[in-house]
């Protein structure tokens, strides 16, 4: 049991180049999410997935596109980057335990990203 | 709309002494309230949360936390510090009603253990 796998582990890229960075998660959990995290700043919400087949805007969504390819793999694209997106990227995952279990996220280990 | 605050970016304990990480949070609705744990290169992970069922939390390593809704306060303690405790450490609060989808994470703060 993997948990939530992220691809690459590090990248640079030169401004205006476009990448993806891969995420999956291996405990059927419906929710997956991509943060980004800065210092001083803790995390923030880039785009989220509620189940599959949905994709919604969270709090900094510019320059970030999504796809949820099925219920496992939640991928987050760059089309041209900025320097500003130099950042340490990560996904999770969670499922609604309801009104007494909450919701934990369960995150991957992080990719980190330098644009030149 | 939620929000939280933790007092102190950088905390500096020796071993064996009390660790206290402040944490205060708003939120119009009942909250749920997290600690996460991450370590050096590594994702967050969980260290304890308070769902309503008691408000005193037993999380793992030895950490509890204890929600104070007069002081809208979820402080997290260790009665004794050890040099693996050291990373940094994040508050969040999440909307019963929107759950995980609208969890909003402190800044964070980064406990340092001196030997």
């Known amino acids: 049991n993997a948990g939530v796998t992220q691809t690459p582990k590090f990248q640079v890229l030169k401004t205006g180049q476009s990448m993806t960075l891969q995420c999956a998660q291996d405990m059927n959990h419906n929710s997956m999410y991509w943060y980004r995290q800065d210092p001083g700043m803790g995390l923030r919400l880039i785009y989220y997935s509620a189940s599959e087949g949905t994709t919604d805007k969270g709090e900094v969504p510019n320059g970030y596109n999504v796809s949820r390819l099925n219920k496992r793999e939640f991928s987050l694209r760059l089309e041209s980057a900025a320097p500003s997106q130099t950042s340490v990227y990560f996904c999770?995952?969670?499922?609604?335990?309801?009104?007494?279990?909450?919701?934990?996220?369960?995150f991957g280990p992080g990719t980190r990203l330098l644009v030149l | 709309a939620q929000s939280v605050t933790q007092l102190g970016s950088h905390v500096s304990v020796s071993e064996g002494a009390l660790v206290l990480l402040r944490c205060n949070y708003s939120s119009s609705v009942p909250p749920y309230l997290f600690w996460y744990v991450q370590y050096p290169n590594q994702g967050l992970q969980l260290l304890l949360k308070y769902t309503s069922a008691a408000t005193l939390v037993k999380g793992i390593n030895g950490f509890e936390a204890e929600f104070k809704k007069s002081e809208t306060s979820f402080h997290l303690t260790k009665p004794s510090a050890h040099m693996s405790d050291a990373a940094e450490y994040f508050c969040a609060v999440s909307d019963r009603r929107t759950g995980g989808f609208k969890t909003i994470f402190g800044a964070g703060t980064r406990l340092f253990v001196k030997a």
């Open positions: 999770a995952s969670s499922e609604w335990a309801g009104t007494g279990g909450g919701e934990t996220q369960y």
